[in-house]
């Protein structure tokens, strides 16, 4: 309240022309200067002032590029489970330069999940997926697959 009423009484005689207010000028001038009020020189501030620019810009770009990773794995998903494509998903990856790939780590473990995927589509996947048949079944399957290469290896070979 005492500094209102000072800066109302200093301003009123600045207004009469008796210039009492010299000094609050030279108040206000310093700290209407940036780079006196953090006490560096100037060069020394614009130099701050570059790094911070610089370090923002670092930073907008590596979460940039996180989201983008994040959007490329989400937008794997969808087309492993045959979801439906998300656009600002696309729009993300298209703001990081298309150079997005996913991230090492997640990499392996889609990588993991194709192994394991081809593996049961391979022989041994299918002999897993027999145990889950019953028994008659694989019974007859083989006692027809034996008698159909016999009939064919009799037509074959005359000996027999």
């Known amino acids: ?3 209102l009423m000072k800066s109302m009484i200093s301003n009123q005689v600045k ?11 030279k108040e206000e001038g310093g700290a209407s200067d940036p780079a006196a009020a953090q006490g560096m020189t100037r060069e020394e501030y614009e130099e701050y002032q570059k790094q911070m620019i610089e370090e923002k810009m670092e930073r907008d770009a590596a979460f940039t590029q996180k989201k983008a990773e994040r959007a490329c794995l989400r937008v794997h998903l969808r087309e492993k489970y045959r979801l439906p494509k998300s656009e600002m998903d696309e729009n993300q990856i298209q703001m990081a330069g298309d150079d997005v790939d ?18 049961k589509d391979s022989i041994l996947g299918q002999i897993q997926n027999l145990q889950n048949m019953d028994l008659d079944t694989i019974k007859e399957k083989a006692q027809a697959t034996f008698t159909e290469i016999k009939q064919t290896a009799e037509q074959k070979c005359s000996v027999m």
Request: hydrophobic share 30%; net charge negative; glycine share 12%.
């Open 1 to 3: 309240m005492a500094f």
């Open 102 to 119: 996913l991230p090492e780590d997640l990499r392996k473990m889609v990588n993991e999940d194709q192994e394991e995927e081809e593996d």
């Open 15 to 25: 207004n009469l022309g008796f210039g009492g207010g010299s000094e609050e000028n």
